[in-house]
């Protein structure tokens, strides 16, 4: 019986690897060829004189009511102009970024064919970390200053938490979780569990469509974070039902366990040892249950409901 039991179990590990590989080799065929334009480097580079061609070309990078010294100004801007010179280092041309970013779209396009290739444009916005990445239908707006390594000198005075998403690394991430806003309905209520639902898919969504990251990138952990959420599972999970938490709405818990933070607040010992965001960690793992144990699209997965793939999970924590 044991020996029947491990073939079974090795013919459907091989018929889902086999389903993988055909997918990925159809994912290679679709055709797609972005349009990357560094206004990074034309800013920069380009003589002060001749701003108003810049202007010209691009009126959607400059706000009305701007007088034009407010550009120059930055044209000129000896700080600026470093920031200009790191990403230059940390870029290059940006060919790789080009390869990876076209190699995520094959995906997108895959999964979701009515998506329209944006026009990528590069951008430095002076470390603004709440637009890392901007990504409307027509264009893929990414703020290069903000990966430039999480010890790069700029970034002092950023809390540890915050830098590690200052990697390169997380450039890929970033774009799938601004494009998550457009498919993913928001959490139907404020329970924890839908709040822990909703990121699992996000998350999810990133295992579909950048299945090269690391699990380290895709949620902004580093690998020993992983190390823990892994060795911890089990103990999160208890104690998220003991609390009885999963279905309360205390506005409170997604600072505890949702939002970065430099741990989670479980209120106990192990508080400092725990990486921030656990709910989302263990929501990306009830998700990806769900997705194990049930014939679904990825589509029909990000309009379920938060208690439709709960309870149909069958998700068993690790111990």
Same mark, same amino acid.
């Given at each position: 019986? @044991?020996?029947?039991?491990?073939?079974?179990?090795?013919?459907?590990?091989?018929? %889902?690897?086999?389903?993988?590989?055909?997918?990925?080799?159809?994912?290679?065929?679709?055709?797609?060829?972005?349009?990357?334009?560094?206004?990074?480097?034309?800013?920069?580079?380009?003589?002060?004189?001749?701003?108003?061609?810049?202007?010209?070309? *691009?009126?959607?990078?400059?706000?009305?009511?701007?007088?034009? %010294?407010?550009?120059?100004?930055?044209?000129?801007?000896?700080?600026?102009?470093?920031?200009?010179?790191?990403?230059?280092?940390?870029?290059?041309?940006?060919?790789?970024?080009?390869?990876?970013?076209?190699?995520?779209?094959?995906?997108?396009?895959?999964?979701?064919?009515?998506? @329209?290739?944006?026009?990528?444009?590069?951008?430095?916005?002076?470390?603004?970390?709440?637009?890392?990445?901007?990504?409307?239908? %027509?264009?893929?707006?990414?703020?290069?200053?903000?990966?430039?390594?999480?010890?790069?000198?700029? *970034?002092?005075?950023?809390?540890?938490?915050?830098?590690?998403?200052?990697?390169?690394?997380?450039?890929?991430?970033?774009?799938?979780?601004? #494009?998550?806003?457009?498919?993913?309905?928001?959490?139907?209520?404020?329970?924890?569990?839908?709040?822990?639902?909703?990121?699992?898919?996000?998350?999810?969504?990133?295992?579909? +469509?950048?299945?090269?990251?690391?699990?380290?990138?895709?949620?902004?952990?580093?690998?020993?974070?992983?190390?823990?959420?892994?060795?911890?599972?089990?103990?999160?999970?208890?104690?998220?039902?003991?609390?009885?938490?999963?279905?309360?709405?205390?506005?409170?818990?997604?600072?505890? #366990?949702?939002?970065?933070?430099?741990?989670?607040?479980?209120?106990?010992?192990?508080?400092?040892?725990?990486?921030?965001?656990?709910?989302?960690?263990?929501?990306?793992?009830?998700?990806?249950?769900?997705?194990?144990?049930?014939?679904?699209?990825?589509?029909? +997965?990000?309009?379920?409901?938060?208690?439709?793939?709960?309870?149909? %999970?069958?998700?068993?924590?690790?111990?």
């Amino acid at each position: 019986m @044991k020996k029947i039991a491990f073939a079974l179990i090795a013919l459907v590990f091989f018929i %889902s690897c086999n389903k993988k590989d055909k997918v990925e080799e159809a994912i290679e065929e679709v055709p797609v060829v972005l349009e990357v334009e560094r206004f990074d480097k034309i800013f920069y580079e380009t003589p002060v004189q001749d701003l108003s061609k810049i202007k010209k070309e *691009y009126p959607y990078l400059f706000p009305a009511g701007n007088e034009d %010294s407010v550009w120059t100004n930055k044209m000129k801007n000896p700080l600026l102009r470093e920031l200009h010179a790191e990403v230059q280092k940390q870029f290059g041309d940006f060919q790789s970024e080009r390869t990876e970013l076209e190699e995520l779209f094959r995906h997108i396009k895959y999964y979701f064919p009515q998506t @329209k290739l944006p026009k990528v444009i590069t951008l430095i916005s002076e470390v603004d970390t709440d637009s890392k990445v901007i990504y409307a239908d %027509s264009l893929l707006l990414i703020s290069l200053d903000v990966y430039l390594g999480k010890d790069h000198r700029f *970034y002092e005075g950023f809390p540890e938490y915050q830098r590690t998403s200052f990697e390169k690394s997380q450039l890929l991430p970033d774009v799938v979780s601004d #494009f998550a806003l457009r498919k993913i309905p928001p959490p139907r209520d404020r329970t924890l569990l839908s709040q822990m639902i909703y990121f699992g898919k996000e998350l999810y969504l990133k295992d579909v +469509l950048i299945p090269q990251v690391s699990d380290a990138d895709k949620i902004g952990y580093t690998p020993e974070q992983i190390t823990w959420s892994q060795e911890n599972e089990g103990y999160v999970w208890r104690y998220f039902i003991d609390e009885n938490l999963l279905y309360d709405s205390d506005p409170k818990l997604p600072g505890r #366990f949702i939002n970065p933070a430099p741990f989670s607040k479980f209120y106990l010992e192990i508080d400092n040892e725990s990486p921030g965001k656990i709910g989302m960690w263990i929501g990306w793992q009830i998700v990806r249950s769900y997705m194990k144990n049930n014939d679904v699209s990825l589509q029909q +997965l990000l309009q379920a409901d938060a208690k439709e793939i709960f309870d149909n %999970s069958k998700y068993k924590p690790k111990k």
